[in-house]
């Protein structure tokens, strides 16, 4: 595989100890230093990069009893590049003098919940510590007390602290990398009015501007790598296959057109990923300042209007970008927002870092009543999971091909999975089940191609979005529920009332009875845009562990109490109503790069 281009954040595991000598902090040396190692193997054999390497800890070179190994500790962090901190001890420490004190970096503790030493009480005061000094963490202890000698860590713990990292990882991923903007807004749409102030205070990104004009400029002097780009058109006539042209036979266009659009739609997809993240290739024909990129772990391009009524529209770039594949083989997805809507390309790149996997960028279209499917669709009642109606997610013209719903889980569920564990046969049935159809000119003029496909029924799915409120700031919504597979007739006759040229994804929201949860109809009522992502996975859970990190509010969620993980010092502003105690905590603490 082609080295990843941006630098993984390491995982500091910092093993704290009771201070005193002279028998105490001797008998618990190496009982300190196991936890460490034990958690360090945990991580590394779990969690993995974007590349699919493992990730790194880095373990303080001693047990830290008080404030002078804490700041070696430090020392080396800073060193080695580590991007969050889990301390680790059995046992009573000098909570003040043995705390992590970077106010960026996300921390936890876990404190071993034994009875021959007091771990736990440690945890209460370096939390009680963090929460005085509005350094928030993330205390672990588990529920079962376990003997000293005990080196097996339960369920409850593991799973905590596999959240806690995974959230981390992309906090301290994201911290120094760009978005860029290729354009502005597009028709008027709030979402891609990029905010600089939320990219850098919340996410500690930079935004980078670019004019369209780069594309026609670089598509005109031929600013990419030519031996790419054919080995790229090659690939694509044999791979991506054309469907039924919808439009009227004024407006067709012809077969000369076409292939042009489809040779600019290539273009575009190189130029674009060469923007993001640069090309060692530009560099021997000339082109060493394009070839540096922006530094992008995602973007945005414009579109429509300015661009796409003269020239072919993104829809290939965006999809072939996202996909977690293309001519060179099976590779982490570039994360491309449709009509530049920075804040969708933001929970794009949540969902990536989360899961290591695709992302679905997508309309919010249309809810589906029973009655009103039943009314178009001679009579087909919606049952089982979408009884009570259906969202119909649908992106005017790209979405990741990983969508189709052809890879699937270790139950033989589909799903959308990290690009190593991707197999090429499922691969190839998400090309071959992608139809690229010429765009409707009555909306782009300038041609171009866009994805049709239709997910699998049974995925596991969570539909974010991020929102901006004025006077609040930044907001996430979380529904957690399945896509839904229907007969082909009654699918054409709901999908083909709108352009029929798109991707589709029938959505049904698991409901609770409760509030924006109350019905299928009151999710899509209470949703804040028109645009969603959709995560493969139950995986709300990790999205309000990663909001909380970053200081941004949930405001509607579906995600069962006991699987939200949230920093300590969040009970400090409520216990009862968490929702309410996530909104003051987060307005509290403001920013995290503030």
């Not at 040396?29 to 974007?50: C, G, H, P, W, Y």
């Not at 800890?57 to 700041?71: F, L, N």
Request: net charge negative.
């Amino acid at each position: 595989m082609s080295k990843h281009p941006f630098p993984f954040p390491k995982i500091g595991i910092r093993p704290t100890i009771d201070g005193r000598r002279g028998g105490v902090r001797e008998s618990l040396e190496d009982i300190t230093m196991n936890m460490a190692k034990r958690v360090a193997k945990l991580f590394s054999d779990e969690l993995r990069n974007l590349d699919g390497s493992a990730v790194e800890c880095v373990i303080a070179d001693s047990t830290i009893g008080g404030v002078r190994e804490a700041a070696a500790c430090e020392e080396k962090f800073q060193r080695e590049g580590v991007g969050l901190s889990l301390t680790v001890t059995p046992c009573w420490c000098y909570g003040s003098e043995t705390m992590d004190m970077d106010p960026h970096r996300p921390k936890a503790i876990w404190g071993f919940n034994g009875t021959e030493r007091p771990g736990a009480v440690y945890l209460a005061a370096a939390l009680a510590g963090h929460t005085q000094k509005g350094i928030p963490a993330f205390g672990i202890y588990g529920k079962d007390v376990q003997d000293a000698g005990d080196d097996s860590m339960p369920e409850d713990v593991v799973i905590k602290l596999l959240t806690f990292a995974r959230a981390g990882l992309a906090v301290a991923y994201m911290r120094g990398k760009a978005y860029l903007s290729m354009g502005g807004t597009s028709m008027g749409i709030a979402g891609s009015v990029v905010d600089s102030s939320f990219w850098e205070g919340n996410l500690g990104m930079r935004v980078e501007a670019i004019d369209m004009s780069e594309f026609a400029g670089r598509m005109r002097k031929g600013t990419y790598d030519q031996a790419e780009y054919e080995k790229a058109l090659a690939w694509v006539k044999e791979n991506c296959p054309e469907g039924k042209d919808y439009n009227s036979e004024e407006t067709k266009r012809s077969r000369e057109q076409l292939d042009s659009e489809w040779e600019d739609s290539v273009k575009m997809a190189l130029i674009a990923r060469d923007l993001m993240v640069g090309n060692d290739n530009l560099v021997e024909a000339g082109y060493g300042e394009q070839a540096q990129g922006h530094y992008a772990i995602a973007a945005g391009f414009q579109g429509q209007r300015q661009w796409t009524d003269h020239f072919p529209n993104g829809d290939f770039m965006e999809a072939i970008l996202n996909t977690s594949f293309d001519w060179n083989g099976k590779r982490p997805p570039y994360i491309v927002a449709t009509e530049n809507d920075a804040l969708n390309g933001a929970g794009m790149l949540f969902g990536q870092l989360l899961t290591n996997s695709a992302q679905i960028f997508a309309d919010l279209r249309t809810y589906w009543s029973p009655d009103a499917v039943a009314r178009v669709a001679d009579g087909y009642q919606l049952e089982g999971k979408a009884a009570d109606g259906l969202l119909h997610l649908i992106n005017s013209g790209p979405a990741a091909l990983d969508g189709t719903g052809d890879q699937t889980d270790a139950d033989g569920k589909p799903t959308m999975k990290p690009f190593w564990e991707i197999t090429d046969e499922e691969a190839e049935a998400s090309l071959k089940n992608t139809t690229w159809h010429p765009s409707i000119t009555e909306y782009f003029p300038g041609g171009g191609m866009s994805t049709r496909f239709k997910t699998k029924g049974g995925m596991k799915a969570t539909m974010i979005r991020l929102n901006l409120a004025a006077g609040l700031g930044p907001c996430l919504q979380i529904a957690e529920g399945w896509t839904v597979e229907l007969p082909e007739n009654v699918h054409d006759a709901l999908d083909e009332r709108t352009n029929p040229s798109w991707p589709t994804t029938w959505f049904a929201p698991r409901l609770t009875g409760k509030g924006a949860f109350s019905s299928a109809y009151e999710v899509m009522n209470n949703w804040g845009a028109n645009h969603c992502v959709m995560t493969a996975g139950h995986v709300g859970d990790l999205y309000i562990t990663l909001a909380s990190m970053l200081r941004i509010p949930v405001y509607m969620h579906n995600i069962e109490e006991e699987r939200v993980f949230r920093p300590s010092a969040w009970r400090a502003f409520g216990t009862a109503d968490l929702e309410g105690a996530d909104f003051r905590a987060c307005q509290s603490y403001g920013p995290l790069y503030k």
